[in-house]
């Protein structure tokens, strides 16, 4: 259960927070028609997880061991902060940079992924290291689907889609079967 | 007159404007606990407690809480909410409690809830707001229960835990996995979308034969 | 005409904004302290419950009284109230308060995520006598047969653990330490077997030595120490 590898690999693949949590859907559903747009909210999304974890880890450690019952606003705070921080940083140093990706910012906010990231790094109790690893899988799972399905639908973009199923129920059939996909990976651990 | 504003405003949410299947809102963390009926029953009525309660709320506060913050007293409304949801449940059900798991705190990310404060609670009286939000989380419960059930069913040839078929039914597994969870919700979004195309086509027939009609 | 006909509001002050966040926060923390100082009694109550239940379910009939033991400082002992992290295992006793057997937590990766179990172990005659999943995701049909199988689950109530246990394919276990495996979920299977392995070697060197474990305290009545 500590085991280093296994948190990584876990997040990524075989318990992707996209396709098998149904974190995150919001921006998978509604920001992946595009390959390179897609993938900068992926990164965007992976640095905000990893000083979430961090700050998590911090609030669990000094501060909540006094008073458990504020861990869910005492997250939402943090994430709020983190993005309108990294919001200023980005406007600061590089404007190019922000005006790319400047309105994901605050979709990222109301990401469910990340609070569910705080969340599930409590209740599995992981320590600082743990944690880093375990935001770091998590946002590169989240990179991976919304890519993967941001490819599907440029490719299916020339394609002759019945009109029924355009849209988001089209989304989600992809979806579920790219989630199918991988629950191929589960077992990629498996010891002895 | 009053009346009849109530009742509106609670059915619109049921159907006409069913937060999950029409507006796509809300479903965000709540597939996870679509596997089977009672927990997304379960599901359904902390979400719909969180909803009216913050509605009330906001409706209550709405002319003091100044625009700039609205936001954050939105959320902070909302999250208070939750976390007295997710101890109550805890204490009253563990074994659902168990079930939903993580899923309880991730009510706050529900787009919905937030969406309703800013859309309708803020902005409208008290008891308006109460019926608003009290559709909207019926709709929302609907939808989940749909979702909950067809994935019990298929997936585990149950309701409820109660055995439907015989022994000779092999269950589609995949319906209680995360697949199964994003093929339903897509497919009842294809049969929203079949009945829409037949209503607009019946619409334009209809304004069709009107035109060229007596 | 009076001056303000506009009727605009003016832009509220930052002491303004500032004063509605920390009210609305202040009565948010009141309400969420109050919910949770009433339900803390039938939280701690229940979760009490949960684990004596499962405790008494993989040890013998006979036990009716535990507590958690913990080793610090090269001693093993019981304490109140164990450290967050700390591991522990939990001491089964009788009615006239005789040490039974441990009950002990492990937890490890299975096939899909993470299982944790308890599992009775008699350290006397060094045997598992009864095993209990507390979490598993594993797949529903197939993996989630380690709780589901009652066969399975039965091959815990009597099995050696020396030299370790070993889980081999259904129909060619012979030794006292073999475990038949799930067909068709072999992973999951050996997951628990591993799981159970890897919490003994931790706790063998120690446990103290048989007979010689620390008595049971804090019971009413039966047996001298109380403190």
């Keep these: 259960m500590d085991n280093l590898p296994w948190i990584f690999i876990s997040a990524l693949l075989v318990n992707n927070f996209v396709l098998t949590y149904f974190l995150g859907l919001c921006p998978f559903l509604g920001v992946s028609n595009s390959l390179e747009t897609s993938f900068r909210l992926g990164l965007a999304t992976t640095f905000v997880m990893l000083v979430t974890a961090v700050c998590a880890w911090v609030l669990n450690t000094y501060v909540l061991i006094h008073a458990p019952y504020l861990r869910l606003i005492s997250f939402i705070v943090v994430i709020a902060s983190t993005v309108q921080f990294i919001e200023m940083l980005i406007k600061k140093l590089s404007p190019a940079l922000f005006r790319a990706m400047g309105i994901f910012l605050p979709l990222i906010t109301t990401n469910c992924a990340i609070l569910g990231l705080a969340i599930f790094a409590t209740n599995r109790g992981y320590g600082f290291v743990e944690g880093v690893v375990y935001a770091l899988g998590a946002g590169m799972g989240f990179t991976l689907a919304m890519v993967l399905l941001a490819g599907l639908r440029e490719e ?3 394609s002759n889609i019945p009109k029924l199923i355009q849209g988001t129920a089209m989304n989600l059939i992809i979806a579920g079967i790219l989630s199918m996909a991988f629950m191929g990976f589960a077992g990629l651990f498996s010891s002895s | 007159m009053k009346k009849n504003e109530s009742y509106e405003e609670f059915v619109k949410g049921i159907w006409r404007d069913n937060p999950v299947f029409v507006q796509v809102l809300g479903m965000c963390p709540m597939l996870a606990v679509t596997n089977s009926a009672i927990n997304a029953i379960a599901m359904g009525m902390a979400s719909m407690f969180v909803l009216v309660g913050s509605s009330f709320l906001v409706s209550l506060f709405r002319n003091i809480i100044p625009k700039q913050v609205r936001i954050s007293c939105f959320i902070i409304i909302i999250a208070t909410f939750v976390t007295i949801a997710d101890y109550t449940l805890l204490a009253l059900v563990p074994g659902v409690h168990k079930e939903l798991g993580a899923f309880i705190p991730l009510i706050v990310a529900n787009c919905l809830i937030l969406g309703r404060q800013e859309a309708f609670a803020s902005r409208y009286p008290t008891r308006l707001a109460v019926m608003d939000a009290l559709g909207m989380a019926g709709g929302f419960m609907l939808a989940l229960f749909s979702l909950g059930a067809v994935r019990e069913i298929l997936g585990d040839g149950a309701l409820f835990g109660f055995r439907l078929f015989s022994e000779n039914f092999e269950p589609w597994i995949v319906m209680i996995l995360p697949p199964g969870g994003f093929l339903t919700l897509g497919v009842i979004l294809l049969f929203f979308n079949w009945f829409k195309y037949k209503k607009d086509e019946f619409l334009a027939d209809v304004a069709e034969a009107e035109r060229s009609g007596s | 005409m009076s001056t303000d006909t506009l009727k605009q509001p003016a832009a509220p002050s930052s002491l303004r904004l500032v004063m509605t966040l920390a009210i609305a926060g202040l009565v948010s923390g009141v309400a969420i302290i109050g919910i949770y100082e009433s339900t803390l ?3 701690t109550a229940n979760k009490a419950r949960e684990l004596r239940e499962a405790v008494f379910k993989v040890l013998p009939d006979d036990v009716s009284g535990m507590q958690p033991l913990v080793y ?6 019981t304490v109140e109230e164990p450290d967050k992290d700390e591991p522990v295992v939990y001491g089964g006793y009788d009615e006239q308060g005789d040490f ?17 179990l308890l599992y009775g172990y008699l350290p006397g005659e060094k045997k598992v006598v009864g095993m209990e999943i507390l979490e598993s995701r594993e797949t529903p049909g197939l993996g989630d047969k380690i709780y589901k199988d009652a066969d399975f ?10 030299p370790e246990i070993v889980a081999l394919k259904k129909g060619t276990t012979t030794q006292p330490n073999h475990v038949d495996a799930i067909t068709g979920a072999t992973i999951s299977a050996k997951a628990v077997v591993r799981i159970i392995n890897e919490t003994h070697a931790a706790w063998a060197e120690k446990l103290p030595a048989p007979g010689t474990e620390p008595p049971l305290t804090g019971e009413p009545a039966d047996n001298g120490t109380a403190q």
């Design chain 1, 156 to 158: 299916s973009e020339l």
């Design chain 3, 41 to 43: 009694p039938t939280i």
């Design chain 3, 72 to 77: 610090r400082d090269g001693m093993f002992m």
């Design chain 3, 100 to 116: 039974v057997g441990y009950a002990m937590p492990g937890a490890g990766p299975g096939f899909q995520d993470t299982i944790a």
């Design chain 3, 153 to 162: 689950v039965a091959e815990f109530s009597d099995l050696s653990v020396e």
